[in-house]
């Protein structure tokens, strides 16, 4: 986990459902004058260049944010979370991505709090330093899983979770799974989002069905669930396949807009983001 750097992969059709989730959330959420908290378990480097030599390698926001970035056309939500990504890059062009950190900064008020998590050593000096003159924002380089025995419940009683490991260790689908139940268990109305990739994987496609039965037990207002797949499986000799399909996002305590948002957003995203012909979305939720 350690070796991760998300800039190899900023901007690509996961960063595009896991921050048009987030916009809509911090959106709703300060609707309401009351403060809240944000907990980012797995922040990154805050913001990342599409010119870079990282994102450059394997250019994934080619195929994903760049797809979006120049269209006039777009629904509301999506197009609201565009101006948002158009914001970080003040020239016009598109030249830096914002990751999460960066999208909070963008919508959190003053009096909301940020609590940002991320070990690699590089990533959260960036982070730090970006994020150094924001007030009720702390900046840590422990694991992000362990603090939310710390972090919840939120002295601002409301709180969002935001959770999106690598997944490239097989035990961070377990972790996922307990830190979800830990949440809800301390503090039943956070809104938790869950991202996940799509791949061919005994724990990848058997995390949304485990995420649904811990929160069927503990959410208070239920939960949603959205998945957009993009490419096609892949077969390989062995019997596996290569590559993310595609990529999910679970939130529990969901917004009541978020479920008619998303389905405004997706066939468009199909539309644009997919690979293939088979290119599709899943879009369910369960109320409490």
């Known amino acids: 986990m350690l070796a991760y750097r998300h800039a190899f992969h900023a ?8 921050h048009l989730v987030l916009t809509r959330v911090l959106r709703y959420m300060a609707e309401k004058d009351k ?18 030599r990282y994102a450059q390698k394997k250019g994934e926001y080619g195929e994903g944010i760049a797809r979006l ?16 990504v158009r914001a970080f890059n003040p020239d016009g062009q598109l030249r830096q991505y914002p990751g999460s950190p960066a999208i909070a900064n963008l919508l959190l008020r003053e009096t909301d709090r940020l609590r940002a998590y991320e070990l690699h050593s590089t990533d959260h000096r960036i982070l730090a330093s970006y994020l150094d003159t924001r007030a009720q924002t702390q900046v840590r380089d422990t694991d992000g899983f362990a603090a939310i025995k710390a ?45 996940y990739p799509q791949l061919q994987l005994l724990e990848s496609t058997q ?18 669930h959205v998945r957009l797949t993009v490419a096609a499986p892949a077969d390989r000799p062995d019997g596996k ?24 957003c997706l066939p468009l995203l199909v539309e644009k983001l997919g690979q293939y012909d088979g290119a599709n979305y899943v879009l369910e939720q369960k109320a409490a």
Do not use: C, Q
């Open 241 to 264: 396949g290569l590559g993310m399909l595609g990529s999910g996002m679970f939130i529990a305590n969901p917004p009541f807009t978020l479920h008619d948002e998303l389905a405004e």
């Open 151 to 195: 972090e919840l419940p939120s002295p601002t009683r409301r709180a969002a979770l935001l959770m999106d490991p690598s997944y490239e260790i097989k035990s961070d689908y377990g972790k996922v799974l307990a830190a979800l139940r830990e949440a809800l268990e301390r503090a039943p109305d956070t809104v938790v989002m869950v991202w």
């Open 69 to 84: 970035y120049d269209r006039k056309d777009l629904p509301a939500p999506l197009a609201d979370y565009i101006d948002l």
């Open 207 to 224: 995390l949304a069905a485990r995420l649904k039965g811990s929160a069927d037990a503990a959410a208070k207002k239920g939960w949603l």
């Open 35 to 52: 403060p809240f908290t944000l907990i980012d378990t797995h922040a990154g480097a805050g913001g990342y260049s599409v010119e870079g």
């Open 11 to 18: 901007g690509n059709h996961a960063d595009v459902l896991k």
